[in-house]
């Protein structure tokens, strides 16, 4: 009621009305065309092509289907919904899809993903995000700027029988749109708000060469003040900047071969963690008090090269990606006026991965009998992958003990982890009757991984604590599936499927628990997927329950403040519904809207960082996600038109800690967009949060310095602007 109360708020003051007929997308919410692009009109007789909503593909089990007849939970976001909405973010797309939520801080380096109430470390994601089919193997890869994006999926439950490694709650699969090899395209974009906040983006696309060679060009600029203030000095803390861009070369020698390269880059100077003590940011949000002011820096290249060979009767396809990242980030680590600790944290990463796909070629699907038919696919997937992190916390003197009255450092870590890999996958399906399709997919990983860490005092107060370990890791993952296909776009499937997430060690961690063990999971689920009213109304639904053994989870360091580590912590259960819909009542008028539940919770023999957490809720799982929105489009006159658009989401409580000893309550965020349009030029207003709803989006336990237990940070806070550009 509260999401329905707020949209009908919203629509009284008319902030719904307005634009040109324009196609939805669903799921995830209908949208304008990019900027939105002009279209023609069409016969406004033939009402049957005006309310009909337009089909969407995705790549959620590694080949092209209808989402309508791909039996996963899967939401699609594409380039119009990005645009229509002002998502800028990975994590503000996912806002649109149910179970999904990001628990992050202000600094773009720290965004980890949560399916369903499934999530880990940074270092080791239990959702992972692929870029143009290469996975961010580290999660400190994985929010960057959208710039050139064709979609994004949100695709929830285990996909290990395809993906292997740390999709065990599900994956983000980002694609990037392709050259154009028809003409050229291009925009130059530039959005303004509160915060003093610019963004500007410039793309180009076209061809070299018809329909041979194109190359696409885009770069830009992103930058705002902080939220938070620092009472100390008068100081914005959490600021934001980042220079980015994406180069791509699309080849086509012929009609069955393609190849694509693709360069990102980004150059983000962010400030500093906006944390403070958890009472006091509910009492006097966005201030905190601190005497040094650090920053959060990244620095990120990856380049990717897509080769596909379309064959009479065989399909290739190769994905190659290196992914090469340093952060530096300096912060006050005692978060308090005081000159007391700080840290100086130093991380760098560099991936490598391959992958080589067949499947037989479109249309080709093998006839074993007059009713029978088998489609199928197969992959070998290579990795390596080295990490190192340098991290100095510096005490004052007498800090530790009134005994040291000099300053002294601590090493925690001076870490080097190496890891490398091979999965092999099949996956096969019998089509019987053309109605009932029965999938069986397996894969089988192997990773290697060695280790050396070490952790120590200058000058030297205690001993040092190195460490020089190795472990291997294997694992087959198993999948089975049946769908029925009442009629086109119209299926009920039924799921059962193992997760698995490998071993590891910490880079730093107490004695004795430097390596974690393995998780597994099995998941169970159901769902129906449908579409009424001539492809008018989308109807999707689906039910799980899940099962974890060895449980990884995210524990705070009681010897290192404000670090982490991994460690297994026994049985856990997650089990919930989703429910999506998407509608186009008239011409120019769609309604959309989403509710996913979630109760994740420890299993009788739970313990987290040494506390029994058995029957606790899992942390950072909200209890449910729900969205809801409107958006409406007409002509005014001539080429003038104007479209509006109006969304809430709403997430759930959800506890802070394993132990349940802090939460954050539900709350909604309110969000508007209004436009006009001429020709090539347009200009919208809008507003995120536009209540101003004030939140603390993520928070750990600090005993050591906070008064009440926990610091965190709030969520981002009212923005609001004009957004306006020029496409060719």
């Given at each position: 009621?509260?999401?329905?109360?707020?949209?009908?708020?919203?629509?009284?003051?008319?902030?719904?009305?307005?634009?040109?007929?324009?196609?939805?997308?669903?799921?995830?919410?209908?949208?304008?065309?990019?900027?939105?692009?002009?279209?023609?009109?069409?016969d406004?007789?033939?009402?049957?092509?005006?309310?009909?909503?337009?089909?969407?593909?995705?790549?959620?089990?590694?080949?092209?289907?209808?989402?309508?007849?791909?039996?996963?939970?899967?939401?699609a976001?594409?380039?119009?919904?990005l645009?229509?909405?002002?998502?800028?973010?990975?994590s503000?797309?996912?806002?649109?899809?149910p179970?999904?939520?990001?628990?992050?801080?202000?600094?773009r380096?720290?965004?980890?993903?949560?399916?369903?109430?499934?999530?880990?470390?940074?270092?080791?994601?239990?959702?992972t995000?692929?870029?143009?089919?290469?996975?961010?193997?580290?999660?400190?890869?994985?929010?960057?700027?959208?710039?050139?994006?064709?979609?994004?999926?949100?695709?929830?439950?285990?996909?290990?029988?395809?993906?292997?490694?740390?999709?065990?709650?599900?994956?983000?699969?980002?694609?990037?749109?392709?050259?154009?090899?028809?003409k050229?395209?291009?925009?130059?974009?530039?959005?303004?708000?509160?915060?003093?906040a610019?963004?500007?983006?410039?793309?180009?696309?076209?061809?070299?060469?018809?329909?041979?060679?194109?190359?696409?060009?885009?770069a830009?600029?992103?930058?705002?003040?902080?939220?938070?203030?620092?009472?100390?000095?008068?100081?914005?803390?959490?600021?934001?900047?980042?220079?980015?861009?994406?180069?791509?070369?699309?080849?086509?020698?012929?009609?069955?071969?393609?190849?694509?390269?693709?360069?990102?880059?980004?150059?983000?100077?962010?400030?500093?963690?906006?944390?403070?003590?958890?009472?006091?940011?509910?009492?006097?949000?966005?201030?905190?008090?601190?005497?040094?002011?650090?920053?959060?820096?990244?620095?990120?290249?990856?380049?990717?090269?897509?080769?596909?060979h379309?064959?009479?009767?065989?399909?290739?396809?190769?994905?190659?990606?290196?992914?090469?990242?340093?952060?530096?980030?300096?912060?006050?680590?005692?978060?308090?006026?005081?000159?007391?600790?700080?840290?100086?944290?130093?991380?760098?990463?560099?991936?490598?991965?391959?992958?080589?796909?067949?499947a037989?070629?479109?249309?080709?699907?093998?006839?074993?009998?007059?009713?029978?038919?088998?489609?199928?696919?197969?992959?070998?997937?290579?990795?390596?992958?080295?990490?190192?992190?340098?991290?100095?916390?510096?005490?004052?003197?007498?800090?530790?003990?009134?005994?040291?009255?000099?300053?002294?450092?601590?090493?925690?870590?001076?870490?080097?982890?190496?890891?490398?890999?091979?999965?092999?996958?099949?996956?096969?399906?019998?089509?019987?009757?053309?109605?009932?399709?029965?999938?069986?997919?397996?894969?089988?990983?192997?990773?290697s991984?060695?280790a050396?860490?070490?952790?120590?005092?200058?000058?030297?107060?205690?001993?040092?604590?190195?460490?020089?370990?190795?472990?291997?890791?294997n694992?087959?993952?198993?999948?089975?599936?049946?769908?029925?296909?009442?009629?086109?776009?119209?299926?009920?499937?039924?799921?059962?499927?193992r997760?698995?997430?490998?071993?590891?060690?910490?880079?730093?961690?107490?004695?004795?628990?430097?390596?974690?063990?393995?998780?597994?999971s099995?998941?169970?689920?159901?769902?129906?997927?449908?579409?009424?009213?001539t492809?008018?109304?989308?109807?999707?639904?689906?039910?799980?329950?899940?099962?974890?053994?060895?449980?990884?989870?995210?524990?705070?360091?009681?010897?290192?403040?404000?670090?982490f580590?991994?460690?297994?912590?026994?049985?856990?259960?997650?089990?919930?519904?989703?429910?999506?819909?998407?509608?186009?009542?008239?011409?120019?008028?769609?309604?959309?809207?989403?509710?996913g539940?979630?109760?994740?919770?420890?299993?009788?023999?739970?313990?987290?960082?040494?506390?029994?957490?058995?029957?606790?809720?899992?942390?950072?799982?909200?209890?449910?996600?729900?969205?809801?929105?409107?958006?409406?489009?007409?002509?005014?006159?001539?080429?003038?038109?104007?479209?509006?658009?109006?969304?809430?989401?709403?997430?759930?409580?959800?506890?802070?800690?394993?132990?349940?000893?802090?939460?954050?309550?539900?709350?909604?965020?309110?969000?508007?967009?209004?436009?006009?349009?001429?020709?090539?030029?347009?200009?919208?207003?809008?507003?995120?949060?536009?209540?101003?709803?004030?939140?603390?989006?993520t928070?750990?336990?600090?005993?050591?310095?906070?008064?009440?237990?926990?610091?965190?940070?709030?969520?981002?806070?009212?923005?609001?602007?004009?957004?306006?550009?020029?496409?060719?």
């Open positions: 009621m509260f999401l329905f109360r707020h949209l009908f708020v919203l629509g009284a003051l008319g902030l719904t009305t307005a634009a040109g007929a324009q196609e939805p997308v669903r799921p995830g919410g209908p949208a304008a065309p990019a900027v939105p692009a002009e279209q023609p009109q069409p406004s007789t033939d009402n049957t092509v005006r309310f009909r909503l337009p089909t969407i593909t995705v790549t959620a089990q590694k080949e092209v289907e209808d989402i309508q007849e791909a039996p996963v939970s899967v939401t976001v594409t380039a119009e919904v645009e229509q909405t002002g998502a800028r973010s990975v503000e797309a996912s806002q649109l899809a179970n999904t939520f990001f628990s992050e801080f202000t600094a380096k720290l965004s980890n993903p949560r399916f369903r109430g499934i999530g880990s470390s940074p270092n080791n994601p239990g959702v995000t692929y870029v143009d089919g290469v996975p961010q193997l580290n999660a400190n890869s994985s929010s960057i700027e959208l710039l050139e994006i064709d979609q994004i999926e949100f695709v929830r439950g285990p996909q290990s029988a395809l993906f292997g490694r740390n999709t065990l709650g599900g994956l983000v699969n980002i694609t990037s749109a392709r050259p154009s090899l028809a050229w395209t291009g925009s130059i974009i530039a959005p303004f708000g509160n915060f003093k610019g963004d500007v983006r410039a793309t180009a696309s076209g061809p070299v060469i018809a329909d041979k060679l194109a190359v696409s060009f885009g830009g600029y992103s930058g705002r003040e902080g939220f938070t203030i620092n009472d100390i000095t008068g100081h914005d803390l959490d600021s934001r900047s980042a220079f980015f861009g994406k180069a791509q070369v699309l080849w086509t020698p012929n009609a069955d071969w393609q190849i694509r390269g693709i360069l990102n880059g980004e150059r983000a100077r962010d400030g500093d963690y906006a944390l403070n003590d958890l009472q006091a940011l509910r009492a006097n949000p966005f201030h905190a008090a601190r005497d040094l002011e650090g920053y959060t820096n990244r620095d990120l290249v990856s380049p990717t090269l897509l080769v596909s379309v064959g009479k009767t065989i399909d290739l396809f190769s994905t190659t990606g290196f992914v090469w990242w340093k952060t530096a980030d300096l912060t006050d680590l005692d978060y308090t006026p005081l000159s007391i600790l700080t840290r100086d944290n130093r991380e760098r990463d560099l991936q490598f991965t391959q992958e080589f796909r067949v037989p070629a479109k249309n080709a699907a093998r006839a074993l009998s007059k009713d029978i038919t088998l489609r199928w696919q197969a992959g070998l997937f290579l990795f390596t992958q080295g990490y190192t992190q340098q991290a100095v916390n510096s005490f004052a003197p007498s800090v530790l003990s009134p005994q040291l009255p000099f300053p002294i450092t601590q090493h925690s870590p001076d870490a080097s982890l190496d890891d490398k890999g091979v999965g092999v996958y099949g996956q096969g399906t019998l089509t019987f009757s053309s109605k009932l399709d029965v999938t069986v997919g397996v894969r089988g990983d192997h990773e991984k060695t050396a860490l070490n952790t120590f005092f200058t000058p030297p107060i205690a001993p040092a604590n190195p460490v020089n370990a190795d472990n291997s890791f694992d087959v993952s198993p999948q089975f599936t049946v769908t029925y296909h009442v009629k086109h776009g119209n299926i009920v499937y039924g799921t059962a499927s997760g698995f997430k490998a071993g590891g060690f910490n880079a730093a961690a107490p004695p004795g628990n430097e390596a974690y063990g393995e998780e597994h099995w998941n169970f689920e159901g769902g129906m997927k449908s579409s009424w009213l492809d008018r109304l989308t109807v999707n639904a689906a039910v799980f329950y899940l099962r974890w053994q060895d449980l990884q989870v995210n524990v705070p360091n009681p010897f290192v403040p404000a670090q580590f991994i460690d297994n912590a026994g049985h856990a259960t997650s089990k919930g519904v989703e429910f999506e819909v998407t509608a186009r009542p008239m011409p120019g008028l769609d309604v959309f809207g989403g509710v539940t979630t109760n994740a919770r420890f299993g009788s023999d739970g313990v987290s960082g040494g506390v029994d957490v058995s029957g606790n809720k899992l942390s950072n799982a909200p209890g449910f996600t729900a969205d809801a929105g409107v958006q409406y489009s007409r002509p005014v006159s001539g080429t003038l038109s104007a479209y509006g658009r109006a969304d809430v989401v709403s997430y759930g409580s959800f506890q802070y800690d394993d132990a349940n000893t802090a939460q954050q309550d539900a709350y909604s965020l309110t969000n508007l967009r209004g436009g006009v349009r001429s020709g090539k030029v347009f200009i919208e207003g809008w507003v995120r949060n536009a209540f101003n709803k004030a939140y603390v989006l928070a750990f336990a600090y005993p050591l310095f906070a008064p009440s237990g926990f610091i965190g940070e709030n969520g981002p806070a009212r923005t609001f602007g004009v957004r306006a550009g020029v496409t060719f």
